[in-house]
């Protein structure tokens, strides 16, 4: 059983230019949530989602980022215009949607803003 | 809104030595508790969580920690620790009413030999 996964693991971007990372999450599960991790700091969140939609986008930042969940593939969140701020590790996790369930948690993509 | 203190950054400590990582939190509402471990270049695993009932919680590796309410606390213990411990370790909490999680800044492990 295939837990989370993320891709690319790392990626590397210009300033100006968008970054887009996917996020598949364990099978059978419908709920994702992406966290952002800035050096030396702990887990962010950013924002939740189930398929087609957005539950709780209350740690996006209000411009350049954006995520879908969309009803076939995996979750994308999409940085546009990168700037060298946006630099961190950003982890996608997946539960059952079941209340409290445990959120399992991909590798991560490490973003490197050049 | 909740918020989770992990005062000690980093936990210098020898092999088979017992260790305690501290954790509060501060709530309005009753909260869930986690413990994460994170490895070099990966991602999070849970170690425990407290949900409801027992205020001791067994996890995965030996380690345990405790729910004080009073203290608004969760510590994070394991008895004998070994080099492969060596890790950063994330208290998170989330509200009853919400599954997003709340984490602290991390405690970092380091198990000398």
């Known amino acids: 059983n295939a837990g989370v996964m993320q891709n690319p693991r790392h990626l590397v971007r210009r300033r100006g230019q968008e970054a887009r990372l996917r996020c598949s999450p364990m099978?059978?599960?419908?709920?994702v949530y992406w966290y952002r991790q800035l050096p030396e700091e702990g887990l962010k969140f950013m924002v939740y989602l189930q398929k087609e939609n957005i539950i709780d986008e209350s740690g996006m930042p209000k411009e350049r980022f954006s995520a879908e969940f969309p009803k076939e593939g995996p979750s994308i969140l999409r940085i546009q215009q990168v700037v060298r701020g946006d630099s961190a590790a950003y982890f996608c996790?997946?539960?059952?949607?079941?209340?409290?369930?445990?959120?399992?948690f991909g590798p991560g993509t490490r973003l490197l803003v050049l | 809104a909740q918020s989770v203190t992990q005062l000690d950054s980093q936990v210098p400590v020898f092999e088979e030595a017992p260790v305690e990582l501290r954790c509060n939190y501060s709530s309005s509402v009753s909260v869930y508790l986690f413990w994460y471990v994170q490895y070099p270049n990966q991602g999070l695993q849970l170690l425990l969580k407290?949900?409801?009932?027992?205020?001791l919680v067994k996890g995965i590796n030996g380690f345990e920690a405790e729910f004080n309410k009073s203290q608004t606390s969760f510590h994070l213990r394991k008895p004998s620790v070994h080099i492969s411990d060596t890790a950063e370790y994330f208290c998170a909490v989330s509200a009853h009413n919400t599954d997003k999680l709340i984490f602290g800044t991390g405690t970092r492990l380091q198990v000398f030999p």
């Open positions: 099978k059978g599960h419908s709920h």
């Open positions: 996790a997946s539960s059952s949607g079941a209340n409290q369930e445990t959120q399992y």
């Open positions: 407290y949900l409801s009932g027992s205020t």
